[in-house]
């Protein structure tokens, strides 16, 4: 695995435990608010206790989150980096002089040290008098013995690794906002790779140290900003104009620049975008629909981040958040905040702004945002999750193809045997708004906050037999739902289920491997049986039985045909004139033998394009998508 990957699996990684900290901003909001004068005084304690409890274990949090996220999941791994940590602080605790504490780095190094050893070591095997310690047994086993020596080695270490993170906490607190700004660019220009998370780890959980009334020491300037201390909070103010402003104006301007025809599409897709990135501070949908169609537009968006980060600090103002900058945390937080009132004002310029720049440079240098081309990203069908996810299990090259997938808030993160497999396009067309390769394997594809809900399906394929058979198009033209077929035995589905094609060009190839059954004497309809036992009917155009010598067969019964294989030319021009319709269907006669339906976007396809129709058989009694 190449460096990039590794980065980005310790990335994903150390954004799991990040997700309990929401609990602890409105744990500590709540024990704000005044129940003393409420008579519930008890109420406002036990909240207070509670979140600042989860600062308190963070590093433990840290420690099974980075383990579990390494090792896919696995409970040993995690169960080794608690008992790793909890060691660490019985020993340090037991023989250091209270200077040395858990802390969120100590927490990611024992994750990453259990996580590792989970995957290096899960399926050893020791002479059979020790088997018992074999397997999975001998990563706690190992993890617990390393741990120990690790605390040791941490009593001399610790201190001075502690006086270095000071040391650049305090150079970096004396650049002042220059600091702040190169932070901004970094921050937004890792977004790109999905190693942001990386970089905030730093400069919220490790730089800076403040001592809170009690004694207990905390690290970072997000925790340190929920508890108290007066310096913490301009690493994440500078952030809330660009997620609450300037990223939402960036969607209004590609939904004005969007062609009329599709623009109702780009508005509905949009307009929830910048929703999400206004309330919540996810902003990956709308940055990706930009990112690879004009780079440069990116490169000016990084650096007006970074100037962002500079004037929150230059006009004295602290703010921060337990998630994400979006106006959630923005109101959560704000009693804890510093001329947090300023960043509104500052977000309106930055929107402006935006919103005239973007609006300029699409329309100017004619960058292909989403609506201006044909293929349109980010697609609405999350209720078509399950039976979407085959489509883009084949897009990604397939069951056999994948290594691991994971996801974060916004992109499938997944380890793939040979990244050319995967198909740009068609990940384009099944609603993903960019994809990276970083070398190695590793893959990042945005879904946007569906991300994880996708992973789920995709797991669940990845661990079921699955007897499937999947379509390319017959045509070249647009595809749409059976029902839409204009003959109400086609859309009625009394021959059968399945979709239908409006063709382009006059050619008709095959869409599955099979043998040819039957090919009607006029030549405009014939039918397939796929090795799986389906059988299939490809009818070209509607009332076109009757129009002799327009159709070429390129085929006869009894052939074996492939996928893009040349089945028919027809004369699209003769057709347009004398047939009822050239809707062409392609069903399924014998459905009874289909468990589950997949079908890609109803929009426009390639001949031969892989895969538009997906289905699961129940010959097996294996599950499809439930």
Known sequence: MNWLGSLQQLGRAVMLPTMVLPAAAILLSVGSLPWDAWGMKVVGEVSTVAGHGIFYFLPYLFAVGVALGLSNQAGQAGLAALAGIVIYDQVTRNFGDGTVQPASLIGIILGALAGGMHNRFKSIKLPE????????????????????????????????????????????????????????????????????????????????????????????????????????????AGLFPIMMFAIPAIAFAIIQEAREDLKPKI????????????????????????????????????????????????????????????????????????????????????????????????????????GREEGSMLEDWVGNIPYQAPLILEALGGKSNIVQVEACITRLRLTVHDDRLIDTGAMKNLGSAGLIKLGGGNVQVVFGTYSELIREEIAKLLERDLQQVLFAAPVQGKMLPIEEVPDQIFAAKLVGDGVAFVPERGELVSPVFGTIMHLYPTMHALGISTREGLEVLLHIGIDTSQLKGHFEAFVQEGDTVEPGQ??????????????????????????????SWSFAPFKQVKKGQASVMSVVLYDRNVGGVE
């Not at 190992?142 to 741990?147: A, E, F, M, Q």
């Not at 990386?198 to 970072?220: A, D, H, K, R």
């Open 129 to 236: 008098i020790l088997q018992f310690f074999g397997g999975s047994r001998f990563v706690l086993l190992i993890v617990g013995l390393c741990s120990a020596l690790f605390s040791c080695f941490m009593l001399w270490l610790a201190p001075v690794l502690q006086h270095g993170l000071n040391s650049i906490a305090t150079w970096e607190y004396s650049l002042g906002g220059f600091g702040l700004f190169i932070y901004g660019v970094l921050y937004r220009v890792l977004v790109a790779f999905g190693l942001h998370h990386l970089l905030n780890n730093v400069f919220w959980f490790q730089l800076g140290t403040y001592e809170t009334p009690s004694g207990n020491i905390v690290q970072g300037d997000l925790p340190r900003f929920f508890a108290g201390d007066p310096s913490a909070g301009f690493f994440m």
């Open 267 to 370: 508005r509905k897709t949009f307009l929830t975008s910048a929703l999400v990135c206004f309330l919540t501070g996810v902003s990956e949908q709308i940055e990706f629909a930009f990112l690879f169609a004009a780079p440069y537009l990116f490169i000016v968006h990084a650096v007006m981040s970074g100037v962002a980060m500079w004037l929150s600090y230059w006009l004295d103002i602290r703010h921060g958040f337990s998630y994400s900058a979006g106006v959630i945390d923005y109101i959560l937080n704000f009693h804890l905040s510093e001329n947090a009132w300023k960043l509104i004002p500052i977000g309106i310029l930055y929107g402006l702004v935006y919103y005239f720049l973007f609006r300029w440079a699409i329309r100017t240098f004619k960058i292909p945002t989403p």
């Open 566 to 595: 040349l089945l028919i030319k027809f004369d699209l021009a003769v057709l347009r004139e004398q047939a009822a319709s050239l809707t062409t269907p392609m069903v399924i006669t014998n459905p009874d033998r289909v468990k």
